[in-house]
Antibody, heavy 120, light 106 residues
């Protein structure tokens, strides 16, 4: 059974940093693109970042470029999101997801999410 | 950025009825469109990929159609567990989501 379990969320002040982790089971992340997405409380969904299977290509939504870094450890079947210079508008539930597709990816499995409130 | 517009925002129906949800994109995405179901406190679940293909384990009462800019998710006969929020998402040019349609109990 495919499972994704996020951790590392919690209250952080504006300007602070946080590192999210996602451990996968039931499949090898080395075979897949992996992604982070987020959902502000009571709002819709937003893609945040992608990372290719070998970690050599990463992509970000404009609003987090230069502040967030996605990375992976295939040996530990784990995905990470380093978030720096956090802003109030980054407050959201952060989901890791598996990417699947031939020419472009969509997200077939999602974790349960970890909440990141950014507030003073 | 490709903008997705879902309608209606809220759909109030009863079990056994047919639900028709719409998603319109601001430019053509061919069939690079997926549908998710999300229940309160849960992660999104993939229902439909490539506009019309059911994901693994999704009941046959869910179907998707459309291409280009106009897409439809149909639930042929609502079950109690289908009352949730539904999102469409395009992956033709990066990734954007619609604002969601909430299917609630009439």
């Amino acid at each position: 059974e495919v499972q994704l379990v996020e951790s590392g969320g919690g209250l952080v002040q504006p300007g602070g940093s946080l590192r999210l982790s996602c451990v996968a089971s039931g499949f090898s992340i080395s075979d897949f693109w992996m992604s982070w997405l987020r959902q502000a409380p009571g709002k819709g969904l937003e893609w945040v970042a992608n990372i290719k299977q070998d970690g050599r290509k990463t992509y970000y939504v404009d609003s987090v470029k230069g502040r967030f870094t996605i990375s992976r450890d295939n040996a530990k079947n784990s995905l990470f999101l380093q978030m720096n210079s956090l802003r109030v508008e980054d407050t959201a539930i952060y989901y890791c997801a598996r990417g699947i597709g031939i020419y472009s990816i969509y997200f077939d499995y999602w974790g349960q999410g970890t909440l990141v409130p950014v507030s003073s | 950025e490709i903008v997705l517009t879902q309608s209606p925002a809220t759909l109030s129906l009863s079990p056994g009825e047919r639900a028709t949800l719409s998603c319109r994109t601001s430019q053509s995405v061919s069939t690079s469109l997926v549908w998710y179901q999300q229940k309160p406190g849960q992660a999104p679940r993939l229902l439909i990929y490539d506009a019309s293909n059911r994901a693994t384990g999704i009941p046959a009462r869910f179907s998707g159609s459309g291409s280009g800019t106009d897409f439809t998710l149909t639930i042929s006969s609502l079950e109690p567990e289908d009352f949730a929020t539904y999102y469409c998402q395009q992956h033709s040019l990066w990734y954007t989501f619609g604002q969601g349609t909430t299917l609630d109990l009439k």
